[in-house]
C-alpha cells in the first residue's frame, strides 16, 4: 500500500512536467482541429453562433461536386508529385556529389549555399523570387534575353506558373532534405562498399545494389516530409501567385483559405478535413512502403 | 582502390563545375537583393543585371521608417521579442513534456497527448491556424502578444530533438539516483538537465530561425499592424499596389540579416540538429 502511494506521487510530478505542454496541445492544436471538424458540419451562416444548425455532410457534397475544387486538388496533386520528385532528386544528387571524394575542398561552402534557404524566412525569399521572375524588373529574364534564349513566361504565363513556383519551393526546401540524406550517407557501411569492390563490382552497380538500399531510412523520412510539406503548400501562392493566373496556382490550402476569407466556413473546414484526410493517408502509406521491405 | 583515392581528373572538374554553378545559383537571389536595396527603382527596371549599385546609399532605409502606419522599429522590436519569448517558452514547455513523456510512457493520458500532438503537426498548418483564430477570440487572447507567442511555443523538430534525446538517457544513470535517494525534481534538476544542456542550446536556436520565420499566425491572431513582425510587414508592403520595389528589397534584407548571420555562426549545430530532429526514433 505504501509503495502504490510512493509510485503515484513520482507519477504525480510526471503530471505536473506535462501540464503545459499538454495544455498548449489541446488549445493550441486538438481543439481547433475538433473545432474544424465540427465547422464542416454546420451551415456556414450559422456556423460560428453557439448553436449552429447541423447539416451532416451536405458541405462534404458540395465541396466534393465544386469543379474549381476538383481542379484545385488534381493540381495540388500534380503540384506535389512534381515537387517531391524533383526535391529529393536534387538533393539527393547533390548529397551523393558531396559526400563523394571528388569535392574535398570547398565542400562546406557548398553545403552551407544550399542550406542557407532553409533558415531563410519563407516571405522574405519568395518575394525576392517573385520580382527576379518579374518580367521589367526581374534578372532572370533580363540574363536569357542576354544569352539570346527566348523569354521565360514565368508567373505570369500559365504554362510556367507552376514551374515557377516550384523553382523558388525548390530553393527554399532542398536543403532540407540534402542535409538528411548526407547525415545518412556518413553512417552508412563502408565495407560493403570495400567488399563489392574487391568483387569487382562497377561504380554504378556499387551505387545502385550496395549504397542506395542503405540510404532507405532517408529516402522514407524524406518523401514523407515533402508529401506533408508540399499537400500543404501555401505561403509562395500567397507571395507570389495569389492562387493565379487563371487558378493554375489555386491549391487546396489557399483555396480554402480563400472560402474562409468569405465567409464560407463549412466549405473551407471541410476542404481542409479531406486535405487532413490525405495527408495521413498518404504518409502512413509512405511510411508503410517504406518498412514493408528489409534493409533498416 | 586507387580510383577512389585519387578521383578521375576530368570528373573532378565536372563535379566541381556543378557544384559552383549551383551554388551561386542559391546564392544569388540574395546578392540581387542586397544590391537591389541600394538601387533605385528605375535603376534596377533599366538594368537588373548591374552587378553592384551605382551609389551607396542608406536613405532607403529611413523612407521605409513607417509601413502602413506603424514604424519599422516596431516591426523589428515586435521580431526580436515575439522570437525570443517564444523560443524560451517553447524551449521549457517542450522539454519538460518530452522528459516527462519518455520517463513514463504508459502513465494514464499520456499516450492521449503524444497522439494529440502528433495529429496537429500533421494537420494542415495553415488550415489550423484559421480555427485557432476562433480559440484566440473565445480565450481573449485575439491581437495580444501573449497569444502569438503562446501558439508559436510548440513545433514538431523541438519537441522530436528533446524525445530523441531523452530516450538515449541510460536508465541506470536515473535508477542510480532513485537509489540514491533523490526526488524527480532532484533527478530532473542535477542529474537530466546538466547533460542536456547542449540539446537545450540547440533546440534554442533552431526554434529561434524557425519562429522568426514565421509569418501566417501573426498575421491571423493579430488586430492591427501594431503586432506584426518584419516577415508580416513584408508581406503586406508586397501586397500593396504600386509598390515601391526598392523598399520591399531593403525590407527583405532586414527581415534576411539577423537569422542569416545566426545561421553562419552556428551553422554546423543547426545543421546537424535539423537533421537529427528529422530523423527521428
Known sequence: ?296 | MNDDIRPNRLLQVVAYAVAILTSLLFLYPYWWMLVSAFRPTRAIMSAPLRPWPETLNFQIFSEIGRIGGVNLSTYAVNSLAITTLSTILGVIVTALGAYALVRRPKAPGFTLVRYGFLITIMYPYMLLVIPVYLVMFKLGLLGSYAGIILFLALGPLQFFLFEQFFRKIPNEVIEAAVIDGASEWQILTRVVLPMAMPITATVALITFLLNWAQWFPIMVISRSPDTYTLPVALLSMNSELGSNFQGIMALAVLTTLPVAALFLLAQKRVMEGMAAGAVKG
Open chain 1, 1 to 296: 500500500m505504501m509503495d502504490a502511494l510512493g509510485s503515484l506521487s513520482r507519477d504525480r510530478i510526471f503530471y505536473l512536467f506535462v501540464a503545459p505542454f499538454a495544455a498548449l496541445t489541446i488549445l493550441f492544436g486538438v481543439w481547433p482541429i475538433v473545432l474544424s471538424i465540427q465547422v464542416s458540419f454546420t451551415a456556414s451562416a450559422t456556423a460560428l453562433r453557439p448553436n449552429p444548425t447541423y447539416v451532416g455532410f451536405a458541405n462534404y457534397i458540395a465541396v466534393l461536386a465544386d469543379p474549381i475544387f476538383l481542379a484545385s486538388l488534381s493540381r495540388t496533386l500534380l503540384y506535389t508529385v512534381l515537387s517531391v520528385f524533383a526535391n529529393l532528386a536534387f538533393a539527393l544528387g547533390f548529397a551523393i556529389l558531396l559526400d563523394s571524394t571528388l569535392l574535398k575542398r570547398g565542400n562546406l561552402f557548398f553545403r552551407l549555399a544550399i542550406f542557407l534557404p532553409v533558415i531563410t524566412p519563407d516571405v522574405a525569399g519568395y518575394v525576392v523570387w517573385r520580382w527576379l521572375f518579374d518580367r521589367s524588373f526581374g534578372a532572370i529574364n533580363a540574363a536569357l534575353k542576354m544569352l539570346g534564349l527566348p523569354a521565360f513566361g514565368g508567373l505570369s504565363s500559365v504554362d510556367t506558373a507552376m514551374l515557377s513556383i516550384l523553382i523558388a519551393e525548390l530553393w527554399h526546401h532542398a536543403g532540407f532534405y540534402m542535409i538528411i540524406f548526407l547525415a545518412n550517407l556518413s553512417i552508412r557501411d563502408r565495407a560493403l562498399e570495400e567488399a563489392a569492390h574487391i568483387d569487382g563490382a562497377t561504380t554504378w552497380q556499387r551505387w545502385w545494389y550496395v549504397i542506395l538500399p542503405q540510404l532507405r531510412p532517408a529516402l522514407v523520412i524524406n518523401t514523407v516530409y515533402a508529401l506533408i510539406q508540399f499537400l500543404k503548400t501555401f505561403t509562395v501562392v500567397v507571395v507570389m501567385t495569389k492562387g493565379g493566373p487563371n487558378d493554375q496556382t489555386n491549391f487546396v490550402s489557399y483555396y480554402a483559405y480563400q472560402l474562409f476569407d468569405q465567409a464560407r466556413y463549412g466549405e473551407a473546414t471541410a476542404m481542409a478535413t479531406i486535405l487532413f484526410a490525405i495527408v495521413i493517408g498518404l504518409s502512413l502509406t509512405a511510411y508503410r512502403i517504406g518498412d514493408r521491405e528489409p534493409g533498416k
